[in-house]
């Protein structure tokens, strides 16, 4: 059973910067896509970022040029380099991940504040 263990949240203030980082455990079947989704109160969960096996990456809109997302296949790990964040920013963090068996699994979550 794959396991998602995501941590790096914190609070921030508006213009600051935090890494969120995301290690999957239990691995049996290759992991194909690494990503992160998030949600604030009152929200829809929506797509953050996410990147493939073979590196290619996709952002949202709302984060581009801002966040970057990095992947460490052997080790299955991913990473979310978050710069000049904004309150709208303000949500919980999911880790996200597909094996080649096309199965979702998702991380318990970690607390993004941005708030002076």
């Known amino acids: 059973q794959v396991q998602l263990v995501g941590s790096g949240g914190g609070l921030v203030q508006p213009g600051g910067s935090l890494r969120l980082s995301c290690v999957a455990s239990g691995v049996i079947f290759r992991i194909t896509t690494m990503g992160w989704y998030r949600q604030a109160p009152g929200k829809e969960r929506e797509f953050v970022a996410d990147?493939?096996?073979?590196?290619?990456?996709n952002c949202a809109d709302s984060v581009k040029g801002r966040f970057t997302i990095s992947r460490d296949n052997a080790k299955n790990t991913i990473s979310l380099q978050m710069n000049s964040l904004k309150p709208e920013d303000t949500a919980v963090y999911y880790c996200h991940a597909v094996d080649v068996l096309r199965r979702d699994y998702w991380g318990q979550g970690t607390q993004v504040t941005v708030s002076s």
């Open positions: 990147i493939t096996s073979a590196g290619s990456t």
